[in-house]
């Protein structure tokens, strides 16, 4: 069976820092690219950031460049999403998505594109 599981939100003040796992089991990991969405209470689903399958290529929006990083560590079937200067705009339950893709450029698709997403972690950030 394939699953994801998102771990490592919690609360933290603004300026702050965490990071996320997205832990992956019962598919090959290696053949997947990985995304980041996240949702706000009364907001769409905002695609943040992604990981091509070799981990050589990464992609982020604006509204995270420069603040978070994402990585991920082959054999751990993990991708990890740091975050840095964190503000309270980027309060939201986070999800990691996978999308069967060999492609070496990381490409944000519309979150519909995806194959499988892990459940969410929520992230708040107090002002």
């Known amino acids: 069976e394939m699953q994801l599981v998102e771990s490592g939100g919690g609360l933290v003040q603004a300026g702050g820092s965490l990071r996320l796992s997205c832990a992956a089991s019962?598919?090959?990991?290696?053949?997947?690219?990985v995304a980041w969405f996240r949702q706000a209470p009364g907001k769409e689903r905002e695609g943040i950031g992604c990981?091509?399958?070799?981990?050589?290529?990464?992609y982020y929006a604006d509204s995270v460049k420069d603040r978070f990083t994402i990585s991920r560590d082959k054999a751990k079937k993990t991708v990890f999403l740091q975050m840095n200067s964190l503000k309270p705009e980027d309060t939201a339950v986070y999800y990691c998505?996978?999308?069967?893709?060999?492609?070496?450029?990381?490409?944000?698709?519309?979150?519909?594109?995806?194959?499988?997403w892990g459940h969410g972690t929520q992230v708040t950030v107090s002002s």
């Open positions: 019962g598919f090959t990991f290696d053949n997947y690219a």
């Open positions: 998505a996978v999308l069967r893709s060999e492609i070496t450029v990381a490409i944000m698709y519309p979150w519909d594109q995806y194959d499988y």
């Open positions: 990981i091509s399958s070799s981990a050589i290529s990464t």
